[in-house]
């Protein structure tokens, strides 16, 4: 079991197009299309080998977001990704699990997922 609470995301922009679902016992990995780019929500336990997910090492908090919902404020980083895309992230651990939350989008798009991102127990 992954455990009690699974975060979801109370925005998405709405040409935001789901892509695939990839689970496995260690992981799994949500994947959305958004204007020929991506975002992708993965998740694993705390613990479990990253194997490379977090990008480089050259990643700049951009923000600091308050999300009510979490009662948490949550780091946002950005980095310079291949043709000089930003790419943004942020890793978050609740309940021994990790989600990390990357995409190549607009920044204001990005802060507002991470804002309204909550779990099936703290949205009611």
């Known amino acids: 079991t992954w455990g009690n609470s699974t ?3 109370g925005y998405l922009p709405s040409d935001m197009i789901f ?3 990839i689970f496995s016992e260690k992981y799994s990995i949500m994947k959305f299309e958004y204007h ?5 929500i993965y ?6 080998e ?4 977090h990008g480089n090492d050259k ?27 930003k790419r ?11 989600y990390y939350i990357s995409g190549i989008m607009d920044e204001a798009e990005f802060l507002k997922i991470v804002e309204s991102l909550y779990t099936n127990t703290t949205k009611e």
Not at 43 to 48: N, Y
Not at 89 to 98: G, L, R
């Open 59 to 85: 990643k700049q908090n951009v923000a600091d977001v308050n999300n009510p919902w979490l009662n948490k404020k949550i780091k946002v980083y950005e980095e310079i990704h291949g043709k000089g895309e």
């Open 88 to 98: 943004y992230s942020t890793n978050i651990e609740m309940d021994n699990i990790n």
């Open 7 to 9: 975060l979801r995301a």
């Open 50 to 53: 990253e194997q490379g997910i």
């Open 19 to 21: 892509d695939k679902l």
């Open 36 to 40: 020929n780019q991506y975002l992708k």
């Open 43 to 48: 998740q694993f336990r705390v613990g479990v």
